[in-house]
């Protein structure tokens, strides 16, 4: 009997118990659910960021996110018909691949970006064998990738500035963001409140910490992410830039700019929780939130990339799976022993 395909809005808030199938079991599946449906929550919780985004930057945030998904299911359609003699697109992953590339992506970025990183993320996943194979986050290693050759073609702007819809976007409307501040040593001109309520630029993705907070707790009260790894990375990020903060400023207000500028609340809720290429067991998932906290503040202080999260959990994804060996290893005998205890505990009250 052929699974049903067809897509109903009206189950997006209901618990789906299809079973997952994909190459490795990732860390943020609670029970049991199908692909598509974690895609759908995860569509569900970047809709309030984008109508944000929308509001901030104009129809162009549309545009660059309608290239962006429509590059990534183009591609998908062309290599699963070469590859499986069908298309596969039915589960959604290429959708969200699409809408994740365009969060990382400023409104201002020249159309052709977003194409060609469609082109680019959904290579990388059917390279390694398609859903549920690849080692590396495809949105991530798109969005790296074109930060690393085009990076000066990208540029940011303040919000409310009036941005072409399909014309490129002059240099004359480039703005600093609190972001660019940061790295380049500077106090951003934004405040917190600013910063944290998404009146500043940047991203389309990252510029409302509020709403970004709001979809991670609306996918973990729907127990498709876990908090392990959220939470060990935001703690990490939190205590590096207390300690070291980069600018002469309170180091409070230091650490509380570092977390809610830029893409580092972005990263830690939608980026780092993927499925396939983090860690599954509980002690992975804090070593690899922890790993990635320090990786962003090294490339921050570093100042390699405008932003640190996004090249850092890219970088720890390669190391998800030797994290789960190890910390596979190391609970598995503390577990053998606390069931050697109980069954001798068990055995002598018997005897009794």
Not at 12 to 20: A, G, I, M, Q, Y
Not at 91 to 110: K, R, S
Request: charged share 15%; aromatic share 10%.
């Amino acid at each position: 009997m052929k699974p049903n395909l067809k897509l109903n809005l009206k189950n997006l808030f209901k618990r789906d118990t299809t079973p997952v199938k994909r190459g490795v079991r990732g860390p943020f599946i609670s029970g049991s659910c199908s692909v598509t449906g974690i895609m759908l929550h995860v569509i569900a919780a970047l809709i309030p960021i984008m109508i944000w985004a929308v509001y901030l930057f104009g129809v162009r945030v549309l545009v660059v996110t309608a290239v962006s998904v429509a590059s990534a299911l183009g591609t998908e359609t062309l290599l699963t018909l070469a590859i499986y003699k069908k298309p596969k697109i039915s589960d959604l992953t290429a959708v969200v691949t699409g809408l994740m590339l365009a969060m990382t992506l400023p409104a201002a970025v020249p159309l052709w970006i977003p194409l060609a990183g469609g082109v680019l993320a959904i290579g990388i996943k059917q390279l390694f064998g398609g859903t549920g194979r690849n080692l590396l986050n495809p949105a991530l290693f798109a969005h790296t990738v074109l930060t690393l050759v085009f990076g000066k073609l990208i540029i940011y702007t303040a919000p409310l500035t009036k941005l072409p819809i399909f014309e490129n976007v002059g240099a004359e409307l480039a703005a600093e963001s609190p972001m660019a501040a940061l790295t380049a040593g500077r106090f951003p001109s934004e405040t917190l409140f600013e910063s944290f309520f998404g009146r500043t630029g940047g991203t389309i993705g990252e510029v409302s910490a509020v709403l970004i907070i709001a979809g991670a707790a609306f996918l973990m009260i729907r127990k498709v992410i876990s908090y392990k790894i959220p939470v060990a990375y935001l703690l990490t990020v939190a205590v590096i830039s207390y300690v070291f903060p980069k600018i002469d400023v309170d180091a409070t207000t230091f650490a509380l700019y570092s977390l809610i500028s830029g893409g580092v609340l972005f990263a830690a809720v939608f980026m780092a929780t993927d499925h396939t290429t983090s860690p599954c067991t509980t002690l992975g998932q804090i070593i690899y939130g922890v790993g990635c906290g320090v990786l962003t503040m090294l490339l921050r202080y570093s100042g390699l990339f405008y932003d640190g999260a996004y090249p850092a959990v890219l970088i720890m994804n390669e190391f998800a799976r030797p994290i789960d060996s190890l910390a596979f290893s190391l609970t598995v005998p503390v577990k053998k022993k606390k069931a050697a205890k109980t069954a001798a505990k068990t055995e002598g009250a018997e005897i009794k």
